[in-house]
Every structure is written in structure tokens, then in C-alpha cells.
């Protein structure tokens, strides 16, 4: 809360900036040196010289050249001093220059070492600026410019650099060194340039001062109007962009308006500040017009508005001047002058060319090198001034508010001028070659609030700034007669740069909303480079009498770093904190002084209740009118709850317990807990699993002063309130009140009594005390008996107090203390702890219902069957809590998924809806990825296992023993769970649920078909044909159409089975998912049909019947749902029972022709089969596809086109083929267990052919053709044995004959014709064949054969169905004879 000086920025190549500037002065002070040396005497010293030279002689030889080296370099540091030097407001330009050098360096962002972003000046621009011989750099001035655009939020577009030259010069540049405008507005040296921008005015009397730019001559004053500066400025920047853009020579721009004062009266002039327009009172009008213009002088009716400008020199000190607004029009006169030259000269060069006269074009030159026109000066006379002939001013700097000026002079006098009066106000002696400067100091926002005019606008503070390099410090003054407030030790070799405007171009209507980025005063160190600003708070800025405020500040800064250190003891700490707190004066310093006391977590607290007391005293000691009421109360209600903090203490680390007397309403809790104990035993092992808790959170953890006192606070009335925020600080807090009487280790009435008479309502101790035995569960579990008792005593003492149990109760109502009881019970997911807080409260609650109805002499009856009905329903609520919580506690095995452990408790059960058990179980079941039929056992009671099984698992006795006990301990929960939901958990709304979980899961990661399988397994298992029906709806709608839509468009597109990245692009499944999926689609389907067949009467699975199934539903009456009588009160949503109920009938032939398709893509993507699903229907087949299977639909009817008939032939031909090669492949290799437990086996199933005759059917083809190709292609395959099954199916067996004719004589030519192993039976037999037999075998392809090595017996088998086959006027029955022949004789030949 004091002065600052902090560095913001830090130069880089200051070096090369020095080296640059010095250049010419480093050569002539070299030769200088020789010159020096050349012309010293020179004689002979060698005969006396020789003797000196030794070895100390060189040594200080060598001492005194590097002093001669350090000589330079210590000369070169205050090479600043040297340099005219300029600081941008916005601290992103700076600009030194000295003599006809200059450079310019900008800002730059870089990152240091630690990454850490810092502000660097670095030279962008480094050149000369003079033109006219023998012309320096006077003056310099970096004045940035306002952006108009209307996104500008107050950085500046660009800034000028306005340099000031001895020959009278005053030239404009950017900051890229670009000449903009040059100007001769004096002939004499230019002094000093000084800015002065646009200030929002504080005060509605302020009078609006405008932008312009001074420039100081030795006997002339010079200021251009900033607005015509800013545009000229902006218009010529802009000309030589597009000039550099085009290539061609810029246009001289036109001179500035200007107005141009002779200061008289004053013999030197050295600095200047031009104030602004003034306005006088009426008094101070009439005083002027009387001193000069004597008695009879006269006065305007209003005063007129003058220009005042202040100079510094000598003859006098100090002048004054006033020049009247309206008296001096701009100087105009170049704008004729360059116009009559240019006239002139145009003529000129005509009359040349007529006549000959181009001779003398040097003295034309010459003449135009010749300076312009300089305008005479209007002469303004000094008003006052402050004369002293013997001092000399230096320097003269502007306030901010325009009403004071720091003087300087040769004297080592710093002087305060108060401008209004023209006095010097104030005198600082003893600073010599001193540089001023000005802070001005918003008020904070936070210190309006002690301020008695809080409603007023913000107050400014004003700081007068000193730097003395002689003695390298700098100092803070308050103005106007305040103290020093700061002091800072700096180099003797720095510079103040102070600017004294901001930013140039700005106005009442563009400064809106922006927040202006300046720096107010800035010092240079050269010999670090680094820049730094000063930082003073406001209240700083108050007077003596007033800077309590500031003291107080500070003690409070002093008390927070004695908290922050932690090593002080606790006795020094309270020392400490009693004497700053009783130092400090103003209230609200010192409230916010005990506040941070109070809330140090490492003060003691006898610390804290012995400073809190001493305060309380000191204030209780002063007059009533001198202490405020908030800080007397906050420290009475503090010292309460800390003895509060200590009573408890104490009575935590008490030795004395008292001894648990007897209670007549425990008389049967001990047999509750025996009743409920295998169930809390249970729960208290599958609840007590390792855990990792961080220490601090722990409720074991002593809770700390500053914790208590943040949740307690005292209200007006003496009344304690408990202030709830996070679940963690309110355990915490119950911990301490109550953990030490639960566990019997302090004394409960003593306890009891003390929060009463703290003022603690006993609602808000009650929901303490159930919060901190909800959150123990582990350590109440671990000692039933003992904390139950405790909990009894604690209730009691608590229902008595004052305010618990109202005294107008009626026991024929409900209580809402007890009501209080029962509703956290119902809320929380521990239910163990709920249960036996639920057990002691009911008998609280009856014994206290007894007392009440004896003392009043009063009917009973109604009162328990009214208030003690609901805790019987609560207990029981609570044991059924409790068994399906210890069930849901039952580990997962290892690799299932599901996520953690669902916690249950009444309420959520009852806003589950009547749905909510079953979804708590079946997420269970999915998570111990339980089989359907396991699960299925379970329920209906018939967990056995036969003998047979026992003996084989003998082997492994061990590891068997241990898996079944789990199981069967699991098999009994879920049983328990069952028998106390015996209608939430009914196994069809069992069933109904676990199929849903899996599909949601499924639908979660569709890569999982296994999720999938299992729930179309949980859906058969469904014996309600009304629910069944209802699910596979809502599954088809919900889960299932969107897919496989994908898929059959998807198969259509590509005329094949798709690619695994086509699946996954259009179906979002791979491959193998996707042939899963489509499996269970088609058993969805069927299940739909099968359902809705058995719902109507004398209807088949499969046929093209037209009737609805909401025709005949009536012949199965439609499952009453209910549930539990003491759940009956549960509002949620419906369960997914209720709402398969409510699904309507589906449309028998939509669903079949749904079927069809989902077969043919089943078999397609199983056996690889190119073809387009949907082509294979007409138009009313294609529309009726993915259609709501509860509308009514056009469907294909009548005989189908053949084309189509001969594609879907194809088709099923196909697959058949498929069908068998898999096959075959299965019997030559095991089969791979991946999808074993797929709905659909893969391709390897038995099912497919008949599947595939019934799709003939239903597809108008003919079946026979099937069969014979199916028989064909056993024989193609090898498997003669199937085939011949396959056989007795056939009808036309004629036709068959002749394929199979055909496929036997491939066979016997492979053998005689095409083996290598030929034997010599074979060739002679083959010799003896008939000509027509021989020829029509050479004429045989075996390569058709995928299987042509077959046994002869199998050959001759298929030979004789052959000659059965074929009748005897068959015209290859002939053939078929000769082939008889020929196998017998092979096979006779083979087995000789």
C-alpha cells in the first residue's frame, strides 16, 4: 500500500544507439590525443629512463593504461544527458537524438528465459535528420495519433515525430524516418516543443481545452491548432504511401496554419507551457480593467476567453501572458506566397522560351534555395511576472488539471506555481539539475465505500514527481502542501521522461468507452536500459489529519504477513495481533483486520478468543456514539461461537462418560438387529472394500476454527444459524458435535445442553446428527449394538429441547420433527445406517407419542396407527433397501462392462417409477454377465445340479468348490431380493428389462453382437405373449429398422456382401457385426410372427393369410402389473412393461415380407453371395419395406413376374452351394469357437436348408428344383450320405437321374481316364468298354467335380439309386447299365 517503482519495458542495442550518436566525437577526442602527444617537449631521457625499468615499473605501466581504458567508458555514462530525448505517452517510441543524429527505437514483444512475455524498445529506424548546413537538433517531440475507426478501443494508428532544428525548423516524420512536413516558421533556434491533447473534463465548469502544438523560439511563441495538425499530418502520410506505391515524387504538401506571439517585456526565454483558454470571474475582470486602464476604464458584459502562456528565464523569472481569443488571425500568407511563386515562375519560363532567355538557370536555383518568407510575430506584452534578477529559470512542467507548474532554476530550486494566482506557492531546496514530472492518481473503487461522499464521482490525487541526479533519488510530493510519500535510490546518470498529453486526434464523442494505455512519467536508467513507472495509491494523496486511513492500511499489511509467517509461536502471534488490532482506528480496517485473524487456520484458539476479548473490551470502553454497532456485535457474536468451539472441545477430551441408563422403548431393538443382522452382515461385507481417500478428507480429521466459524453465525436475536454449503463441511461439522457421544466417548446431555443454550435450533442439530451417522456407516456397522444405544440417547435429548417437538401437536397428525427423520432416512443410499436410524427413531417416536397420550389423558389408538403406520412402512422400505442394495453390491467378474455400482435408496426407487427395481437388477445382471437361462433357473426356483456333473468335476475340486459357493451365494441374494419384490420382479417384467438393458448397451457399442444375442434370448424367455409382442415392437422401431434400412440399401448399392469400410461408413457396424446383427433381426421377426400367431386363432408361422392381430387378441387375456403394496406410491416413468402394453398389433404380412428380406441379407452377407436384396421384389414389395409394422400396407399378391422368380432361384441356388462347401470345410477342420455363441452359428448351421425351401415357397420357387440342386451338390461335394437323405425329399426323381447320371460318368472318367495312379485293371477295362460308354466318358469334364476322389462303393451306391431312378424307357437307361457294369468290374479289379 505504498509507493512502487516497477520496471514495464527495457531498451536493447543501447550500445549501438550510443555508439551511433558519438561516433564523430570518439574520432575527434582520438585525435585530439595525438595532436597532444606530438606537440609535448621531447628530449632525451634515455640515460636516466633505463634505470626505472623493472618489473614494478610495468606493472604500473599496465595499471595506469586499463585506468586510461576505464576513463572513457566512465566518461561515456551520462552520454543521456547529452542527447535530447522523447518518450511516446504509449511507451512504444522512443526517440533520442543529438546533433544532426537520431534514431528511433519501437516496441517489441519477446520472450525471456522463463517464458515469460516482456515489452522490449528496439531500434527500427537510425539515420540523419538535418538538411540545411550547419543546423542541429534542438527539440524533440513524440506525439502519437488516434485510430478513427470505430473498432479502435484507444491504442493509437501511428506515431509523428515532431523535430525542432537551430535553423528554425520544424520538420514531421513517422516512425520509419519518412520526411512528412517541413515548415520555416522562425528564423531564430528552435527552444522547446511541448503537446497538449484533449482531457474529459472532470467538473461540468471545466472549461473544454483543445489539441495544439506549441513551439518556443528565444523572442516568439508559435501554436498550431491540433485538429488542422492532425489532418495535415494524416493527409500527407497517406500521400506518401501512394507516392511509394506508385513510384512517383511525392506533391509538396500546403504549409500549416499557424499563429505566431513576440513575447516582450522579458529578457530571456528559456521554457514554456501554454496553459489553454481561460476564462476569468467577473471580480478578477474588473481588477484587470482597473489596473490597466485606470478609474474610468470599461468592462464587458462578459469576460472574454484569452490564451494563457507562462515562460521561464530571466528578467523576470517567471513571466505571464494572456493572449485574447480573436485578436490574431492564423497566418496565412504562404499559401499566396506559394501560389505567386508558382505564377511568377510559369510566366517566367514562357517569356524565356519566347525570347530566348534560358541562360541563367543556376541563379533561378539559387534563388530557390533561398529560405521562404518568414511572417512577423504579433507582438503580445507580459502581463505579470515573478521578477528575480539574480535567478535564473531551467525548466518549467505543466500539472495534468492546468492549474500548477514545477519551476526549476539555477539555484537548485524546485518551485510550485499556482497559475490561477500567478504565485509560488511552495519551495524545495537543495535539488539541483532537477527533472519534474506529474502523476495524477484515480481513487479506487473499494475506498469509496469509507468515504462520506460515496455517491460523489471518483476523486483525482496529484503528485509532483522530482528527480535529483546529483544525488541519484527520486521523489513522491503530494500536492499542494502534502508530505513526501515515497523515495526511491536510483543512478545519478537517468532521465524523467514526462510527456504531459496523451494521445492526439481524440475528442468528447471518439473517447467514449476507451481505455486509454499511457504511461504518466517514465525513468530511464541508460546503464540498464530498463524503463520504469511509478505507482503510487490514492491515499497516499490525504492530508495528515486525514492518513489515518493510510496508517491504517498499513498495520493491517504488517497483520497479514504475520498470519502468512508460520514461524511465530502461537504467544508472539497473539501479541502481535492484539496490539495492531487496538492500533488501528477506522472500523472497517479494523472489521477487516479480526476478519483475517479469524480466519487463519493456524491461529490457536485461545489465540483468537483472547484477541477477540481484548477487542470487545477496548470497544465496550469507548463512548456508544464512537463505535459502531456492526463491529461491537461482530465481536460478541465471534467470542460466542468461540467458546462454543472450546466447550465442545473439552467436552470431546472428557474422562467422564456417562454411564447409558436403561431405556423401556429399547426393550426390543435388540431383536430387531438380531432379525436384521445376516442382512447387515451381508451388506458390511460386501460393502467394506479397500479404498484410497486423501487424508485431509478423512472425517477423522479434527475440524479447525476457521471451518467452524465459517458454517456458524449468529443472528440478531442470540440465536446460533448453521450455514449449509458443501455436503463434506456439513459431515464435517456433525463429526465434531456428535461422532464422540455416538461412540461413547462424551457425555450426550452435557453436549446437548451446551449447543442448546448456544442457541442452535434442535431441527438443524438433527440434521447434524443423521448426516454425520449416515456418512459412518463402516464404524456404526462394526458396533451395532453400542451405537444404537447412543443414537437413542441423542434423539431423545434431542426431541426434548425447546422448539423440537412442537407442544399444539396433535399425536392423531404427523410430526415434522419425526417427519424430519423419516425423510433424510428416505433420501440416503446408505441403507444400513438408514435402517437402524429408522428402527430407533420408530421407537422414539412411539414412546414419545405414549408419554404424550398418558399426560393428556387421551385415546391412543389413532395416534399410533396414524404416525407410527409410517415408520412401519419406512422400516419396511428400508429392509427391502437393504437386501437390493447388498445385491447390487455383488462384485462384477473380471472384463465385464456396466460401469460402477448403481446406489439406491426410497427416493430414487419410488421417481424410478414402478419400473425402477427391475432396471436397478437388470443392470446388475448385465454387469455379472449372466446367461439367460441361468438367470431363468434362478427364478423359478431350480438352482440344482445333478450328481452326474459333480463326479466329473471331481478333478478340479478346489477351484469348482470356490466358483459354485460364489455362485450359489449370489443365486440366494438374488432370491432374497425376488421374495421381498415379489411383483417388481416377476420374471417376464424380469426378463422384459434385462432384454432392454442389453439392447440399450448393445446400441451403445453395436461391435458387441453379443449384447444383442442375449437380449433376443432374454426376449424368448418372455411367457406373456402381450409383452413379448410389446418389446420386439418397441425393439424393432427404436433399435432395429434405421440399421438394417442401412444395411439393405447399403447391399442393394454394391450388388454384394459389403466390405468391412463400407459397413462401418453407411451402417456404422463392421462386417461381422453386421452379419450378426441381421441374424437377430431375423429372429426378432420371428418372434414377431410367432407371437402374433399365437394371439389369433388357428394361425401359422409362415403363410400370406391378410388378418390383423388386434382381431383376435382377446383369446389371451391381456398380464395385470402391479407392484408391492408398501412401493405403491412410486411416480416415475412407466415401466417398460406398462409401455409394451400399450403398443398396438402389428400387420401379420408386413412383418413376414420384413422376414424375407432380413433372411436373403442374413444368407447374403453369410455365404458372400452377389446379389441386390431389394431387385428381387417388385415395386408394392419395395414400398412396403421399412414401413411402421403396425400400418396397413399394399403387398405383392398374385403370381410374380418369372424374371424375378428366375433371380430369387439363382439366389437360393446359390446359397445352397455356399452352404455346402461350409459345410464340407467343417467336416475337414474344427470348427472355430468366435462365434459360437452367434444366434445364427454362421454358415455352418444345419438349418439352412430347410430355411432355404421355405424362402422357396414363400418366393414362388419351385422347392423340387432346390432339392434336386442340394442333392446335386452333395454328390459335387463328396458327401454321399447326406445326399442320399436329401434324396428321399426329391419328387421328380426322373430328372434328378439324369444330373446325377452325368455327375457319376465324371466320376468314373476321373478315375479311368484322368488319375495318374491308373492300375492295369483299369486299362483294360477301359479297352472293353462299349465304344458309345467310352466315348461319352472322354467326352466328360471331372474338373467340375470339387470332390473327385471318391470311393468306388460310394460311386457303385450312387449308380444303383441311379438305375432306380431312371425308368426302363428312359433313353440313358442303356447307359446307365454300362456304367453298373463298368464300377463292379473296376470295383471287382481293385479288390483282387
Not at 493572449?323 to 499566396?336: F, I, K, M, R, T
Not at 462392462?897 to 421417481?911: D, F, R
Not at 452377389?1170 to 419395395?1182: A, H, Q, T
Request: with cysteine; glycine share 6%; charged share 20%.
Amino acid at each position: 500500500m505504498s509507493c512502487s517503482l516497477f520496471e514495464f519495458c527495457r531498451l536493447q542495442e543501447l550500445k549501438t544507439v550510443r555508439d551511433f550518436l558519438f561516433q564523430n566525437q570518439s574520432k575527434e577526442s582520438v585525435e585530439e590525443k595525438n595532436i597532444t602527444a606530438e606537440n609535448e617537449l621531447s628530449w632525451d631521457t634515455s640515460d636516466w629512463e633505463s634505470g626505472w625499468d623493472n618489473d614494478e615499473n610495468k606493472e604500473e605501466d599496465s595499471a595506469s593504461s586499463t585506468k586510461a581504458e576505464e576513463e572513457p567508458s566512465r566518461q561515456s555514462q551520462p552520454w543521456l544527458q547529452d542527447c535530447v530525448v522523447s518518450l511516446s505517452p504509449c511507451a512504444d517510441l522512443l526517440v533520442v537524438a543529438r546533433e544532426q543524429k537520431a534514431a528511433f527505437l519501437s516496441a517489441k514483444w519477446r520472450t525471456d528465459d522463463s517464458g515469460r512475455e516482456e515489452m522490449t524498445l528496439a531500434v527500427t529506424w537510425s539515420g540523419h535528420l538535418s538538411t540545411e548546413e550547419g543546423e542541429r537538433v534542438s527539440s524533440v517531440i513524440a506525439i502519437p495519433l488516434a485510430s478513427q475507426k470505430r473498432s479502435s478501443t484507444g491504442r493509437p494508428d501511428w506515431t509523428c515525430i515532431v523535430v525542432g532544428f537551430t535553423s528554425g525548423y520544424v520538420r514531421f516524420y513517422t516512425e520509419s524516418g519518412v520526411l512528412l512536413l517541413a515548415q520555416l516558421l522562425h528564423v531564430d533556434p528552435v527552444l522547446r516543443l511541448k503537446c497538449r491533447t484533449y482531457e474529459i473534463p472532470r467538473h461540468p465548469g471545466v472549461t473544454e481545452q483543445h489539441e495544439e502544438l506549441s513551439i518556443l523560439y528565444p523572442a516568439a511563441l508559435v501554436t498550431i491548432d491540433g485538429f488542422s495538425l492532425f489532418q495535415s499530418l494524416r493527409a500527407c502520410r497517406n500521400q506518401v504511401a501512394r507516392a511509394a506505391a506508385a513510384g512517383s515524387d511525392v506533391v509538396p504538401p500546403p504549409p500549416l496554419a499557424y499563429k505566431k506571439w513576440g513575447l516582450q517585456e522579458m529578457d530571456t526565454i528559456v521554457d514554456h507551457s501554454s496553459v489553454g483558454v481561460m476564462t476569468l470571474c467577473v471580480f478578477d475582470q474588473m481588477k484587470n480593467a482597473s489596473i490597466l486602464g485606470g478609474f474610468h476604464a470599461s468592462v464587458k458584459g462578459s469576460p472574454p476567453a484569452m490564451s494563457q502562456f507562462v515562460t521561464v528565464g530571466t528578467g523576470p523569472y517567471a513571466g505571464f501572458y494572456y493572449a485574447v481569443e480573436g485578436n490574431s488571425q492564423p497566418l496565412l500568407s504562404h499559401v499566396a506566397l506559394a501560389v505567386a511563386s508558382k505564377l511568377t515562375s510559369a510566366l517566367f519560363n514562357a517569356a524565356s522560351g519566347w525570347l530566348g532567355w534560358n541562360k541563367n538557370k543556376n541563379e533561378e536555383e539559387a534563388a530557390q534555395k533561398q529560405k521562404p518568407k518568414v511572417e512577423l510575430a504579433t507582438p503580445l506584452g507580459i502581463r505579470f511576472g515573478l521578477p528575480d534578477s539574480r535567478r535564473h529559470g531551467e525548466s518549467i512542467c505543466l500539472s495534468p488539471c492546468n492549474t500548477l507548474a514545477g519551476v526549476t532554476d539555477d539555484f537548485g530550486r524546485v518551485t510550485l506555481l499556482d497559475l490561477a494566482r500567478g504565485a509560488a506557492i511552495r519551495m524545495w531546496k537543495g535539488y539541483r539539475d532537477a527533472q519534474l514530472g506529474w502523476l495524477q492518481v484515480q481513487e479506487e473503487r473499494g475506498d469509496r465505500e469509507f468515504s462520506p461522499s460515496a455517491s460523489l464521482p471518483r476523486r483525482h490525487a496529484l503528485f509532483l514527481i522530482i528527480y535529483a541526479p546529483r544525488r541519484g533519488i527520486l521523489e513522491v510530493w503530494a500536492m499542494q502542501r502534502g508530505p513526501r510519500v515515497g523515495a526511491f535510490t536510483v543512478g545519478k546518470h537517468c532521465r524523467l521522461l514526462y510527456a504531459g498529453y496523451h494521445l492526439m486526434g481524440v475528442n468528447s464523442v471518439t473517447s467514449q468507452g476507451w481505455q486509454l494505455h499511457t504511461q504518466q512519467v517514465c525513468l530511464l536508467d541508460p546503464t540498464t536500459g530498463a524503463l520504469r513507472t511509478i505507482n503510487i495509491p490514492f491515499h497516499l494523496a490525504l492530508s495528515d489529519k486525514k492518513n489515518e486511513r493510510a496508517r491504517d492500511m498499513h498495520l493491517l499489511k504488517r497483520l497479514s504477513a504475520v498470519l502468512k509467517s508460520r514461524d511465530m509461536d502461537p504467544v508472539s502471534l497473539e501479541r502481535e495481533a492484539k496490539s495492531v488490532l487496538l492500533e488501528i482506528k477506522h472500523p472497517a480496517i479494523k472489521k477487516q483486520a479480526l476478519e483475517s485473524l479469524l480466519s487463519n487456520r493456524n491461529a490457536p484458539v485461545s489465540c483468537l478468543t483472547n484477541v477477540t476479548s481484548a477487542l470487545h473490551d477496548a470497544l465496550k470502553q469507548q463512548d456508544a456514539d464512537e463505535v459502531e454497532a456492526s463491529l461491537l456485535q461482530l465481536c460478541s457474536s465471534q467470542l460466542k461461537l468461540l467458546q462454543l468451539y472450546s466447550d465442545i472441545q473439552q467436552l470431546q477430551s472428557a474422562a467422564d462418560t456417562e454411564a447409558c441408563s436403561g431405556n423401556d422403548s429399547l426393550e426390543g431393538i435388540e431383536e430387531e438387529l438380531s432379525r436384521v443382522g445376516p442382512a447387515l452382515q451381508r451388506y458390511a461385507q460386501l460393502s467394506s472394500k479397500p479404498s484410497v481417500s486423501f487424508a485431509q478428507d478423512s472425517p477423522d480429521t479434527p475440524l479447525s476454527t476457521q471451518a467452524f466459524l465459517t458454517q456458524l453465525e449468529c443472528a440478531e436475536e442470540g440465536e446460533v444459524k448453521v450455514n449449509r454449503r458443501s455436503d463434506a463441511e456439513w459431515n464435517q461439522l456433525g463429526n465434531f458435535m456428535f461422532w464422540g457421544c455416538l461412540c461413547g466417548k462424551s457425555p450426550t446431555h452435557k453436549v446437548c445442553d451446551t449447543l442448546q443454550l448456544a442457541g442452535i435450533s434442535p431441527q438443524q442439530l438433527l440434521s447434524l446428527l443423521m448426516s454425520v451417522w449416515l456418512q459412518r456407516e463402516k464404524e456404526v456397522l462394526q458396533k451395532p449394538v453400542e451405537t444404537v444405544r447412543n443414537l437413542h440417547t441423542l434423539l431423545i435429548a434431542l426431541s426434548n429441547m425447546d422448539g423440537a417437538v412442537e407442544e399444539s401437536w396433535d399425536t392423531q397428525s404427523v410430526s415434522p420433527w419425526w417427519q424430519q427423520v423419516r425423510f433424510t432416512c428416505i433420501q440416503s443410499h446408505n441403507a444400513a445406517a438408514a435402517l437402524l436410524a429408522a428402527l430407533v427413531a420408530h421407537r422414539a417416536a412411539k414412546a414419545s407419542i405414549t408419554s404424550r397420550a398418558d399426560s393428556k389423558l387421551q385415546s391412543e389408538w389413532e395416534a399410533v396407527s396414524l404416525e407410527l403406520e409410517q415408520w412401519v412402512v419406512c422400516v419396511r422400505q428400508l429392509e427391502d433397501v437393504l437386501v437390493l442394495q447388498t445385491l447390487l453390491l455383488v462384485p462384477s467378474p473380471q472384463g465385464t462392462a456396466g460401469g460402477a455400482v448403481v446406489q439406491c435408496s426410497i427416493k430414487t426407487l419410488q421417481e424410478g417409477g414402478t419400473g425402477g427395481i427391475a432396471d436397478s437388477v437388470s443392470k446388475w445382471v448385465f454387469r455379472q454377465n449372466m446367461a439367460p437361462e441361468r438367470l431363468k433357473k434362478i427364478l423359478l426356483r431350480k438352482e440344482t445340479q445333478d450328481t452326474g456333473d459333480q463326479k466329473e468335476q471331481k478333478e478340479d475340486r478346489e477351484e469348482a468348490e470356490k466358483c459354485q459357493e460364489e455362485a450359489d451365494r449370489t443365486a440366494e441374494l438374488l432370491l432374497a431380493v425376488c421374495q421381498r419384490f415379489p411383483d417388481s420382479l416377476s420374471p417376464d417384467l424380469l426378463f422384459a428389462h434385462c432384454c432392454w438393458e442389453y439392447v440399450v448397451q448393445w446400441n451403445k457399442d453395436p461391435e458387441e453382437g453379443q449384447y444383442l444375442f442375449i437380449a433376443v434370448e432374454h426376449l424368448k424367455l418372455i411367457t406373456s405373449p402381450h409383452i413379448q409382442l410389446g418389446i420386439s415392437t418397441m425393439m424393432w422401431g427404436t433399435f432395429f429398422v434405421k440399421r438394417f434400412s442401412a444395411a439393405a440399401f447399403l447391399m442393394e448399392k454394391v450388388g454384394k456382401a459389403p466390405k468391412d469400410r463400407l459397413c462401418r461408413r453407411d451402417v456404422g457396424i463392421g462386417d461381422k457385426a453386421m452379419t450378426s446383427f441381421l441374424g437377430c433381426c431375423v429372429q426378432l421377426l420371428q418372434i414377431l410372427m410367432e407371437v402374433t400367431g399365437l394371439l389369433v386363432k388357428n394361425q401359422s408361422s409362415l403363410s400370406f393369410i391378410p388378418f390383423y392381430a388386434d382381431s383376435a387378441m382377446e383369446e389371451i387375456p391381456t398380464p395385470e402389473l402391479s407392484v408391492e403394496e408398501v412401493w405403491s406410491g412410486a411416480e416415475g416413468p412407466a415401466s417398460i412393461a406398462e409401455l409394451a402394453l400399450e403398443q398396438k398389433g402389428v400387420h401379420y404380412p408386413l412383418v413376414q415380407h420384413h422376414w424375407l428380406l432380413a433372411t436373403l441379407l442374413h444368407a447374403a452377407m453369410s455365404f458372400s453371395v452377389k446379389v441386390k436384396p431389394l431387385s428381387l421384389f417388385d415395386s408394392k414389395g419395395k414400398n412396403a419395406f421399412f414401413r411402421d409394422l403396425t400400418t396397413i400396407q399394399l403387398m405383392p399378391s398374385g403370381d410374380m413376374d418369372p424374371g424375378l422368380v428366375s433371380l430369387r432361384q439363382e439366389f437360393l441356388l446359390r446359397v445352397l452351394t455356399g452352404w455346402v462347401q461350409a459345410t464340407d470345410d467343417a467336416s475337414c477342420s474344427s470348427p472355430a469357437p468366435a462365434f459360437t455363441s452367434l444366434p445364427s452359428d454362421g454358415p455352418k448351421a444345419n438349418w439352412w436348408p430347410s430355411l432355404c425351401m421355405d424362402l422357396g415357397s414363400l418366393l414362388q420357387v419351385n422347392p423340387d428344383i432346390l432339392r434336386r440342386h442340394l442333392v446335386c451338390e452333395l454328390y459335387n461335394q463328396g458327401l454321399d450320405l447326406r445326399a442320399e437323405e436329401a434324396i428321399l425329399q426329391v419328387e421328380d426323381k426322373e430328372v434328378l437321374g439324369s444330373h446325377l447320371l452325368v455327375l457319376t460318368g465324371q466320376r468314373l472318367s476321373y478315375s479311368l481316364l484322368h488319375n495318374q495312379n491308373q492300375t492295369q485293371a483299369a486299362m483294360e477295362l477301359l479297352a472293353r468298354l462299349p465304344p458309345t460308354l467310352c466315348t461319352w466318358l472322354k467326352a466328360m469334364d471331372p474338373s467340375e467335380l470339387r470332390c473327385p476322389l471318391v470311393s468306388l462303393s460310394k460311386t457303385s451306391r450312387l449308380v444303383s439309386h441311379l438305375i432306380e431312378m431312371l425308368p426302363e424307357n428312359h433313353a440313358q437307361y442303356s447307359l446307365a447299365l454300362h456304367l453298373l457294369e463298368a464300377v463292379e468290374v473296376l470295383s471287382l479289379s481293385n479288390e483282387d
